[in-house]
């Protein structure tokens, strides 16, 4: 099992930028894809951004596609997710999740981490 904890949420302005961090511990060994997702007020969760482990191969939900950058840094056991030129319809709860094999379900989850953008 792997445990992730997600941190840098916050309050910002539209057109301003936020790092989340998601760190994870476990069997981490067994990771295979790393993700991004978030839910907003009254709407189902849904895919942001994700990232291999080995390979490095990124993908984006479109309406980010441009704005925000998933990283990772298999050494700490970390992997970020870089948001710029932030839009109100951005606010959600940001959770960052883990899956063992590139085509399995998401099996691992943080607990979420807010983020708030004001207009």
């Known amino acids: 099992q792997v445990q992730l904890v997600e941190s840098g949420g916050g309050l910002v302005q539209a057109g301003g930028s936020l790092r989340l961090s998601c760190a994870a511990s476990g069997r981490t060994s067994s990771v295979r894809r790393m993700g991004w997702f978030r839910q907003a007020p009254g709407k189902e969760r849904a895919f942001v951004a994700l990232?291999?482990?080995?390979?490095?191969?990124?993908s984006y939900e479109d309406s980010v596609k441009d704005r925000f950058t998933i990283s990772k840094d298999n050494a700490k056991n970390l992997f970020y997710l870089e948001m710029n030129s932030l839009k109100p319809e951005d606010t959600a709860v940001y959770y960052c999740?883990?899956?063992?094999?590139?085509?399995?379900?998401?099996?691992?989850w943080g607990q979420g981490t807010q983020v708030t953008v004001s207009s």
């Open positions: 999740a883990t899956s063992p094999f590139a085509t399995t379900p998401w099996d691992s």
């Open positions: 990232i291999y482990r080995t390979s490095g191969t990124t």
